[in-house]
Structure formats: C-alpha cells, structure tokens
C-alpha cells in the first residue's frame, strides 16, 4: 500500500519591493525644505534692501558718476523717494561749491532695465522735472522732458573761475530741450539744448549796476552708448554772447566733452564805461589792452 506525503501548500507572495528613493535635482543634491525657506528668505530680504534702500546711495552714485561737480548732501528718505541738499562744485579739485537754496525732492518709478524720475525744488521749478532713466552696460542714460527752471545767480560761482570771482547777481533762468545725459565711467556725455539767461546781473567788483544780461548757449553733443569709446564721444558746442543795454560786454564760445568745459573768450567795456569797468577787466582775465582774455580748461 503506498502512502502519499502530504506537503503543506506554499502561499503565494508578491515579490518584495524596496521602497522608492527620493527624488533628487540634475546634479545630484536633495533640496531639504530648510534650504528652501532660507533662500525665501534671502530673497525676502534682498527685495527689502531694495525698496527700502536710503537716499545716501543715490547721493553716492551722483558724485561718483559727475567726479563730485553735483553733489546731494544730507541725503534723507530712500532712493525711491527722498530730499538732499544739491551742491554744485568745480569738481574734486575744486574748493568752489554752491548750495540751491531748497531742498531737492525726487521721486523714482522703477521700470524694466530703469526708472521714470520727477525732480521739484520749491526755490527754482514751477513744475517738477520729469526725466527717464535706462540702465545699460557701462552706464546709464538720461532723457530729460522740456522744461524751464528759475535759479539762483548764485550757483554760477561753484563752477569755479570766473564766476567764483565775480560773484555775480540777477536773475537766472535756465530751458532744456531734448537733453540727454550719458553717465558712465566717471564722465557725463550730454546731447541736446540748454540755454541759460541772466538778466541784470551786478558784481561786488564794480560800483556800475547792473553790469549787463548775458546768454548761454549748449548745443549739440552725442551722448556715448553701449560699447562705444570716449573718443567716439561728440562734443557740445558752448557759446556767451552780451544782450543789448550791457556795459560790460562778454563772447566767447567752447565745448563740453566728458563732462568737461573748454573755453575761451574776452570781456571789455563800451567806451563810456572803460574808466569804471577797468579794475574788474584786471580782475576776470589776463589784460590785452582794452580787452581781458578768459581761458577755461
């Protein structure tokens, strides 16, 4: 009789799995939530800076784009919107500097690759000054709206000589047309029309009041852009010429390039003022007989 065995019956199982690895990025190297929330935060508080940067960078920024011939003291507020002091000097070499009387207020509304600007002073706009600023390799450029501005005659005199020994006074008013400003690598590139009038000035140096009233004219000029070297910069041309009625008569004409001013040009009296206008024609510019000449840069 045969016996049969019987063999207990084998369950059937999945076949084991082993759990999943965790994803990981290109490159190999897990993100943990930590890392995360700490770049959050790094970004959180770099948008903060930004916003929130003070005024004094700005001011940091202007003197060292224009060498320190415009400065914003006592800078308050944030880049965005704040108040200075603007100061007006011969440059680092300079001790001549002149203060505007008020404070100038600006606003800045950030734009792709720049920002739209409104300058107002209540000593010198009867409307803010609207400006755009764009951002580019090596610099930033400026497009300045038409506008009109009353100055004080006193701000002449931180441009250095003459003016610093003149002295003068009257009254000071100043139009843009299509200005343009290239700052960048410590030069300032200007294209466009600025003319500047000053009506019935005097001067300490002269007992014969008003002396005169005089025109300025900037014209031309190609600002520099991306790419482009100093020696491809275009100049502007400068012109002074003395409005009827002076006594004292002033011409002359130079040229701006990279921020700097080269001029040449004389001064001398109507033959019934040369007595009295004598000791300021020694005074401005090396004596050529009647004439005195002036020489800038």
């Known amino acids: 009789m045969a016996f049969r065995m019987a063999l207990p019956a084998r369950r059937w199982q999945a076949p084991s799995r082993k759990p999943a690895a965790p994803r990981t990025p290109v490159g190999g190297r897990r993100l943990h939530p930590w890392r995360w929330a700490a770049a959050g935060m790094v970004l959180g508080l770099l948008l903060v800076s930004l916003i929130w940067a003070p005024a004094r960078w700005l001011a940091g920024a202007v003197a060292w784009a224009t060498q320190d011939k415009v400065q914003l003291n006592a800078a308050q507020g944030t880049v965005w919107n704040g108040s200075a002091w603007l100061i007006l000097s011969g440059g680092r070499q300079s001790r001549d500097a002149t203060t505007l009387p008020s404070r100038l207020h600006w606003k800045l509304q950030p734009r792709w690759l720049g920002a739209d600007m409104e300058l107002n002073s209540s000593c010198c706009t009867t409307k803010p000054v609207h400006a755009r600023l764009r951002w580019q390799p090596g610099g930033t450029r400026v497009h300045v709206a038409d506008s009109t501005l009353q100055l004080p005659s006193s701000l002449l005199a931180g441009l250095g000589t003459p003016w610093n020994t003149l002295q003068l006074d009257g009254t000071l008013s100043a139009s843009t047309q299509q200005v343009q400003l290239w700052l960048g690598q410590q030069r300032v590139d200007y294209a466009g029309t600025v003319t500047a009038t000053l009506q019935q000035a005097s001067t300490r140096l002269s007992t014969i009041r008003p ?23 275009t100049p502007a041309e400068l012109s002074l010429e003395t409005l009827p009625g002076s006594s004292l008569q002033l011409v002359g004409s130079g040229q701006w390039v990279g921020g700097r001013l080269r001029f040449s040009g004389e001064a001398y009296a109507v033959p019934e003022k040369t007595a009295a206008l004598n000791n300021l024609l020694n005074i401005i510019g090396q004596r050529s007989g009647e004439r005195s000449l002036i020489t800038l840069g």
């Open 211 to 233: 002396i005169g009233s005089y025109r300025m004219h900037l014209r031309g000029g190609k600002p520099l852009g991306s790419g482009e070297t100093p020696a491809q910069a």
